[in-house]
């Protein structure tokens, strides 16, 4: 190799080190200034903290042994003299906590502080000429990844959009924190009006108490009930098969509230079977539907009594429902008894969930879905459109997953049998996803009403799949069910930070007529979930890996600028994004920000990005020579390595 080339050669090394220099500190300023601010606000609305880390320097006097709580504790303390002579005006004083390695230990501070003070308070124990550094003790959350068996394989239904587009994108949502919980649905009762349940292995453990409301047909006749009684205390499934053709269907048993309940509340994270939406939240059982379904008065008197209600003759319900799903309906405008029993619950405090109902119509949704206060749930395939039988119209709320919902169930074709588990389409497992984070926001925000729970899931839904029935309509509700933007946004209401993904910034990608280039976007989500990419404003022939964030580019380009814009999944609905731009051109400059002409180094503190870096000036003269050998060799080389 020539000695000019060998120049070229590391002149292109340093001008690719000083890009990379520069895309950091435009990362820490530039693009990420607006998100960070309010990522900002939300640390300082956050419960009070009071724990620092302290490295001190090795002053060599403890090279072979740790040293002592003691000698510990004695060099934290004189800190506070230290923060004393800094002028920093604070009622709180610091005081040994344990530690950390042998010159690493944790500070406690007398009274706890908001975020910002405390780090304030760390960036005044930094200057301390004995410490090597402080920061805040910061909380770090779990990455959820469910490990139930069939989850992977079988629940697409709850993935991200990005797996699934119709997908209600609960994985996201798990992995956020509700007062140091994971959001879960714990502490809430979720009330599931059905057929009753099965004490599956992977329910049990969520059921709690339980009442049966199915009345006597008339004297001595319990052929809906179909267990020999009316009324009790007894919430257990005995089946709901027919065989008389005269009465309804002939049917076997469907175990319709054993697999509503597991798409609720199915035990999750335990290593085997599904996981359910609010996989800790308590499941109400309460039976309404038998031997060819029920009645508008047991449903409605069963409905006051979940709620936490008093109903004539029946015990009062111990476990009140901030959330109740009734999967089933009947033809008809809705009937007084069900819109009085509704605003009951309603005003009581429980958000109703109600099914819209399986016969193909696009004009009307059966009762009692379209009575007012309820939130009536349409159903979607796992592409994002409309599924071809549900029903939508006027009074529709919302979407959720509706097609090949796989959920609890029992073997029994006619009396109960043994756990199962197996695929169920229909509008009745699509109320369920949309019950099960309600349970979730009721979670974060414990006494939310029913409207503000039905607000936040119509302002976090996502739009219908382009080109579908739905796309364009307004009767189809507000869009498909989106958990995490539903629990994101109203942890960020409550002010709780919860890392919203930050796009990392990209300088001017330049490329020649008829070159070819290849970057990669990247986002930063400090709680390590899932960071997926949405590309808009593509130019032709561009090609975005949206789980990869590689971006590729055509040789078909004319000359000019292209732009577009990036967004990671978890931030597009909160304005996290990157507009990217690209610039077709045959004059490239190498390093168009990089002074070449020597500066008086500045001292600094750490960090920043704004005074010149000595590599910055050596990649400067390095690109000078590049440049000059660049300008001798042959044009058509040039366009050769951008191949």
């Keep these: 190799m020539s000695e000019n080339r060998f120049i070229a050669a590391v002149a292109c090394v340093a001008v690719l080190g000083s890009i990379s220099l520069h895309a950091l500190a435009q990362s820490s300023t530039e693009a990420t200034v607006k998100p960070r601010a309010s990522a900002q606000q939300l640390w300082d609305a956050q419960p009070r903290m009071n724990r620092l880390i302290v490295k001190f320097r090795d002053d060599g006097t403890s090279k072979t042994t740790a040293q002592s709580a003691t000698s510990a504790q004695e060099r934290v303390q004189a800190l506070n003299r230290s923060v004393a002579m800094a002028g920093r005006a604070t009622p709180s004083t610091l005081s040994y906590l344990k530690s950390v390695s042998q010159h690493t230990h944790v500070a406690q501070t007398s009274a706890a502080m908001g975020h910002a003070e405390l780090k304030a308070l760390a960036q005044t124990v930094a200057l301390d000429p004995r410490v090597e550094y402080a920061e805040v003790d910061e909380r770090v959350f779990p ?225 009692p879905a379209n009575c007012m206060g309820v939130i009536a749930v349409a159903a979607h395939t796992s592409t994002g459109a409309a599924s071809d039988y549900t029903n939508v119209g006027p009074g529709t709320t919302i979407s959720a997953p509706g097609n090949s919902i796989y959920t609890t169930k029992n073997t029994g074709t006619t009396v109960p049998s043994s ?52 796309a364009s309509r307004s009767d189809c509700g507000a869009g498909l069910l989106d958990a995490f933007k539903a629990v994101h946004t109203l942890l960020q209401s409550q002010g709780v930070a919860n890392a919203t993904p930050l796009m990392n910034t990209l300088p001017t990608q330049y490329v020649l007529p008829g070159g070819t280039l290849q970057f990669t976007a990247s986002a930063t989500d400090a709680e390590g979930d899932e960071v997926a990419f949405l590309g808009s404003g593509l130019p032709a022939g561009a090609t975005f890996n949206a789980v990869t964030g590689v971006f590729t580019w055509s040789k078909a380009q004319p000359a000019g600028d292209y732009t577009f814009v990036i967004q990671p999944t978890d931030g597009a609905v909160l304005g996290a994004s990157l507009s990217v731009k690209i610039s077709v051109t045959t004059a490239i400059p190498a390093e168009p920000v990089v002074p070449v002409t020597p500066v008086t180094p500045v001292a600094s503190a750490g960090g920043g990005g704004g005074s010149l870096h000595w590599i910055d000036v050596m990649a400067g003269l390095f690109l000078l020579l590049a440049t000059t050998w660049l300008r001798q060799a042959p044009a058509q080389k040039r366009v050769d390595q951008q191949d």
């Design 143 to 367: 990455h959820f990844v469910p490990n139930d068996s069939f989850y992977t394989s079988q629940q697409g239904n709850l993935k991200s959009p990005f797996v699934e587009a119709g997908g209600a994108n609960l994985p996201n949502a798990w992995g956020r924190m509700a007062a140091d919980v994971p959001v879960s649905g714990a502490g809430v009762t979720v009330a599931v009006l059905d057929t009753g349940y099965r004490p599956h292995a992977d329910l049990a453990a969520n059921i709690v108490g339980g009442y049966d409301f199915i009345s006597q047909d008339g004297i001595n006749d319990f052929t809906t009930a179909n267990d020999g009684n009316a009324r009790d205390a007894d919430a257990l499934d005995p089946g709901d098969w027919n065989t008389l053709a005269s009465l309804c269907d002939v049917e076997n048993s469907s175990w319709h509230g054993t697999k509503v309940a597991g798409i609720i509340g199915a035990v999750g994270n335990n290593g085997s079977g599904i996981i359910g939406v609010a996989y800790r939240a308590r499941i109400l059982p309460v039976r309404v539907l038998g031997v060819c379904g029920g009645y508008t008065s047991d449903t409605a008197a069963a409905l006051q009594w979940a709620a936490g209600l008093s109903v004539p003759g029946v015990p009062d319900n111990p476990h009140p429902a901030k959330v109740i799903n009734m999967s089933f309906g009947r033809s008809g405008t809705c009937s007084l008894t069900y819109q009085a029993a509704i605003s009951a619950a309603r005003t009581a405090g429980s958000a109703i969930v109600v099914s819209t109902g399986n016969e193909y119509s696009k004009t009307t949704i059966t009762q």
């Design 419 to 470: 756990d199962s588990y197996g695929t169920h389409t229909g509008t009745s497992f699509s109320a369920p996803h949309v019950a099960g984070v309600a349970a979730l926001l009721m979670q974060i925000k414990p006494g939310m009403t029913p409207a503000e729970v039905q607000t936040h899931l119509v302002n976090s839904a996502r739009s219908y799949a382009a080109g579908t029935y739905c």
